[in-house]
């Protein structure tokens, strides 16, 4: 059984900040890559950002210079740290990561529940 859990969602004026965590635990060995999705209704989910271990950063065009990602390794966290909000910020953000199992008749993603984050006057 693998875990994600995200925090940190909620109502932020336009042009405020939101830290957004997420947390894996259950049975990993390790994992590759954790990255932050969302999705707006009717839209499709769209990539935000990922963060991969010994590669590079990625940011999806419409949040650079305003979102960070970061990892705690040591803590199987993830963070987005989300400034400059916009109202088409607004959406369901979810955590997933790619994760060596314990097992290997186990999955190797997993999606975690997601956050509402509503920007709004």
């Known amino acids: 059984q693998v875990r994600l859990v995200e925090s940190g969602g909620g109502l932020v004026q336009p042009g405020g900040s939101l830290k957004l965590s997420c947390t894996a635990s259950?049975?990993?060995?390790?994992?590759?890559?954790m990255g932050w999705y969302r999705q707006a209704p009717g839209n499709h989910r769209e990539f935000i950002a990922a963060a991969i271990t010994g590669e590079s950063i990625m940011y999806t065009d419409a949040v650079k210079g305003r979102f960070t990602i970061s990892r705690d390794n040591g803590k199987n966290t993830v963070y987005l740290q989300m400034n400059s909000l916009k109202p088409e910020d607004t959406a369901v953000y979810y955590c997933h990561a790619f994760l060596r199992p314990t097992h290997s008749s186990m999955n190797n993603n997993y999606w975690g529940q997601g956050t509402q984050v509503t920007v709004s006057s």
């Open positions: 259950g049975s990993i060995v390790s994992i590759n890559r």
